[in-house]
């Protein structure tokens, strides 16, 4: 039995290197001399070039195309199989919802190592010869399937080191009516982008290459069918990366404060339970333990039934907003609204309003609502609160006093002291005048629309207001809802479900994002029970102290 054993390790090691290595080339056609320096010389002069091997497109940005890239069907089949045997895991932010694989870097798959080697050494070699670019040897690369109602929104990819971003499609024959195409931007004088130029419909065995730059703004367009998988190999060759131009700012949102209209406007609109003093403390109480609330049947429904019709019986004129890479939603020019949505919108901005949300909220968007001031007093006065967390369980000795330092959503202990932080924007916004403010639209949502987290995503101290009307039979999985987020984080805080006629109120403080879902095609099951309908509308108010 002794003799036996140590000859067992030999076979399992001959084994392991029977494990053939699989050799591939990828297109013989692009490696020619002639070809290859005509390629080269259309990227330096930035001309485009068009060949049955390779196809080079300058507009909107430097991008290429190269058709049957391996030449053989046994290997890609045998990459295929490989690739769908991994395991996938769900990615899903603001900007995209698909399943991605493990990173291919270190796997060990016969298939799977073979592209890597002829990508990131024979491939890269090529396109650092065509283009002029030192190209690491850095290996960044992974395998994604988009299935029906996944997408990625428009970004442009640019993060440190990547310096050309590259696709390779394993797709059956693929319709373009099925989606998943790649879809490219222009961009306006700002290098912001516009509008799609440009669709690459994805086909089997076709490596796309493209610069990533300021302008290289792409997407995924949502995939509509139930049936196929995109499936694709993507990642990036790096290398030094271009000079971006100066951040661009967009023009300041105008805030405006109150307008003069007393509580009379709220016995006409609002339900009149909510103008109860004592159930208005309850809110109060139940707002400044959560930092949120949603108030149901919030409007009379005389006046509710009033607002939908008028919305239902169009008239309005809407006005997409974007740009594409911060939003794509639908906005009313309040010039155009029918006087009913005009009422409306004034209920939002009167001063009456303003004492109501103060009421229900604790924040002092009201000169008569009591001052930081008095609350400071009252807290000498009662318990020694010196840690935020004491204040927030303060409430019990007064709970009709409003909080300053209660906790707003995304909040941790330390709070109160980033209220004092010598931080710009939250700062400068409140000392610019100690009046409170608001600022709001009426919005119209539909399939396709979205609000993406950006770079210059503004993070203050403030009260979100929500009144959505029209999502009769909306469900969570069509999108369309109002997320937050811990700053740098993907893991949700809250979500805001679009109910109609409920209010939702939100207190975010500088550490917390939102966004609004990308809503899917599957939110086109809403025509079935209401035929008329196309997606549905917001009134979206945010206040300031």
Known sequence: MNG??????????????????????????????????QVAEAWSRRTPFNHEAIVMDMEPFLHCIIPNFIPSQHFLEGL???????DFHEKYNDLYKFQQSDDLKKRKEPHICALRKILFENFRAWLSDISKIDLESTIDMSCAKYEFSDALLCHDDELEGRRVAFILYLVPP?????????DLYDVDEHFQPKQIVKSLTPSWNTLVFFEVSPVSFHQVSEVLSKENSRLSISGWFHGPSLTRPPNYFEPVIPRSPHIPQDHEILYEWINPTYLDMDYQIQIQDEFEEQSEILLKEFLKPEKFVEVCEALEN????????????K???EKAEESTLPDILKDCMALFRSEAMF?????????????????????????????AAS????????????SSEPEKNQAAIGSSSHQSDEQTDPEPEGNEARKESSVPTCQGELRHWKTGHYTLIHDNSKTEFALDLLLSCGCEGWEPEYGGF????????????????PENNSLALVYRDRETLKFVKHINHRSLEQKKTFPNRTGFWDFSFVYYE
């Open 4 to 37: 036996k054993r140590p000859a067992e390790p030999n076979p399992s090691r001959t084994g392991k290197k029977k494990k053939k290595e699989v050799m591939v080339e990828f297109s013989e056609a692009v490696t020619e001399e002639i070809l290859k320096k």
């Open 80 to 86: 295929q199989k490989e690739l769908l045997n991994l």
């Open 174 to 182: 693929w319709d373009r009516r099925w989606g998943g195409t790649l």
């Open 314 to 325: 169009g008239g309005v004129k809407w006005n997409s907003r974007g740009p594409p890479n």
């Open 327 to 329: 939003r794509f939603y």
């Open 355 to 383: 004492l109501l949300l103060s009421n229900f909220t604790g924040l002092k968007l009201h000169f008569l609502a009591p001052s930081e001031e008095d609350e400071m007093e009252d807290s000498k006065e009662g318990e």
């Open 387 to 398: 840690a935020p967390d004491s204040t927030e369980e303060g409430t019990s000795s007064s």
């Open 482 to 497: 109002t997320s937050y987020i811990a700053k740098g984080e993907d893991e949700e805080l809250l979500t805001v479900n």
